[in-house]
C-alpha cells in the first residue's frame, strides 16, 4: 500500500509555472513507477506524464511535450511534475498516481491516487 498528497496547486496566468509535489508513505516508493493525470470539468480524466521507478524513463502526453518535466526524488519518496509555459487549456485537476505494474496512459490501470490539487491558468 502506498498513500499519495499532491501540493503545489494554484492560479497562475498564461505563461507562468507551476512545480507540483508528491508525497508518498511507506517504504516502497522506488517499488512503483508514478505518473501524473490531470481532469477537466466534464472530461475524462486523462495522461499527463509518467516516470519508471527507477527515474530511467520518462512519458508524456504530446499536449505537454517540451513544458512539462517528471522527475522524483527517491530519497525524499516524492515526485514532481514541474509545469512552465502554461495555457489556459492545462487548468484541471492535477492528480498523481502510482502503480507496481507497467506504466500506463490508461488511468484505469493504476492502482493509487492521491486526492488531487487544483490548476488553474487565466488568460
Known amino acids: 500500500q502506498v498513500q499519495l498528497v499532491e501540493s503545489g496547486g494554484g492560479l497562475v496566468q498564461a505563461g507562468g509555472s507551476l512545480r507540483l509535489s508528491c508525497a508518498t508513505s511507506?517504504?516502497?516508493?522506488?517499488?512503483?513507477?508514478m505518473g501524473w493525470f490531470r481532469q477537466a470539468p466534464g472530461k475524462e480524466r486523462e495522461f499527463v506524464a509518467a516516470?519508471?521507478?527507477?527515474?530511467?524513463?520518462?512519458y508524456y502526453v504530446d499536449t505537454v511535450k517540451g513544458r512539462f518535466t517528471v522527475s522524483r526524488d527517491n530519497a525524499k519518496n516524492t515526485v514532481y511534475l514541474q509545469m512552465n509555459s502554461l495555457k489556459p487549456e492545462d487548468t484541471a485537476v492535477y492528480y498523481c498516481a502510482a502503480t507496481s505494474g507497467v506504466t500506463h496512459t490508461n488511468y484505469k490501470l493504476w492502482g493509487y491516487w492521491g486526492q488531487g490539487t487544483q490548476v488553474t491558468v487565466s488568460s
Open positions: 516516470m519508471t521507478k527507477s527515474g530511467g524513463e520518462t
Open positions: 511507506g517504504r516502497t516508493f522506488n517499488s512503483y513507477n
